[in-house]
């Protein structure tokens, strides 16, 4: 860039002579650039005036209920997924367990088919005893002990077959709150201005927001 002359306008191609400093630009300009600098600027009122409008409008528009609408939707939203997705857990698992019946069910018909056995052995020394009628304490403690044995195999077979372990989701899935309360708006806008007053320390700001 060549050097100008000190009083000559610093818009390009401009040959006259300065008549102020535009405080726009931050350039020596002459009288005509300086006017028409004077009008691009008066011309963004007009825009400011719309802009402000709308805003207004907006303001003025704004219901409680709009707000409130929207975190009904929300929840209601959740509820919609968090109803699919158990739905489609309900079905996977639904499967799992046909899946797991079918995998053990020669299992079972063998464990079933064993007790069976054992319960009838049982029976049939009972009626040898009791067609005796004789028996010692030794007889019965052994028939005694076996009944017991199959019980528990029972309880025990049952118990394992197939379990399902569920787990309840708690109420905090969804939290409900508002930034308002938090300071959410009002503390970025304070902080800054706070920041730009000169510099806070972080406990002092901490408190600051805290009312
Ligand atoms: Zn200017
Ligand atoms: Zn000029």
Same mark, same amino acid.
């Given at each position: 860039?060549?050097?100008? %002359?000190?009083?000559?306008?610093?818009?390009?191609?401009?040959? @006259?002579?300065?008549?102020?400093?535009?405080?726009?630009?931050?350039?020596?300009?002459?009288?005509?650039?300086?006017?028409?600098?004077?009008?691009?600027?008066?011309?963004?009122?007009? %825009?400011?005036?719309?802009? @402000?409008?709308?805003?207004?409008? +907006? #303001?003025?528009?704004?219901?409680?209920?709009?707000?409130?609408?929207?975190?009904?939707?929300?929840?209601?939203?959740? @509820?919609t997924g968090i109803y699919k997705m158990i739905d489609d857990i309900y079905s996977k698992k639904r499967k799992e367990i046909e899946q797991s019946v079918q995998?053990?069910?020669?299992?079972? #018909?063998?464990?079933?088919?064993?007790?069976?056995? +054992? !319960?009838?052995?049982?029976?049939?020394? *009972?009626?040898?005893?009791?067609?005796?009628?004789?028996?010692?304490?030794?007889?019965?403690?052994?028939?005694?002990?076996? *009944?017991?044995? !199959?019980?528990?195999?029972?309880?025990?077979?049952?118990?394992?077959?197939?379990?399902?372990?569920?787990? *309840?989701?708690?109420?905090?899935?969804?939290? !409900?709150?508002?930034?308002?309360?938090?300071?959410? #708006?009002?503390? !970025?806008?304070? @902080?800054?201005?706070?920041?730009?007053?000169?510099?806070?320390?972080?406990?002092?700001?901490?408190?600051?927001?805290?009312?």
């Amino acid at each position: 860039m060549f050097a100008m %002359p000190k009083n000559q306008c610093h818009i390009q191609d401009c040959t @006259r002579s300065v008549a102020t400093l535009c405080y726009c630009c931050q350039k020596n300009v002459c009288s005509k650039h300086f006017n028409e600098h004077i009008e691009v600027i008066k011309g963004q009122l007009h %825009p400011l005036v719309e802009q @402000r409008n709308e805003l207004a409008e +907006k #303001v003025h528009n704004l219901k409680i209920e709009q707000l409130t609408d929207k975190a009904y939707e929300d929840l209601d939203q959740w @509820r919609t997924g968090i109803y699919k997705m158990i739905d489609d857990i309900y079905s996977k698992k639904r499967k799992e367990i046909e899946q797991s019946v079918q995998i053990n069910e020669a299992l079972f #018909v063998k464990h079933k088919n064993e007790q069976l056995e +054992k !319960i009838e052995k049982v029976k049939l020394d *009972l009626e040898q005893l009791i067609s005796q009628d004789d028996a010692t304490a030794d007889q019965i403690r052994e028939l005694k002990s076996s *009944l017991q044995i !199959i019980e528990m195999n029972l309880a025990v077979f049952q118990r394992q077959f197939i379990v399902v372990q569920t787990r *309840l989701w708690d109420v905090d899935l969804v939290q !409900i709150q508002s930034g308002l309360n938090m300071n959410f #708006v009002n503390s !970025i806008g304070q @902080r800054k201005q706070k920041q730009q007053a000169g510099g806070m320390s972080y406990a002092h700001q901490e408190l600051e927001e805290d009312f």
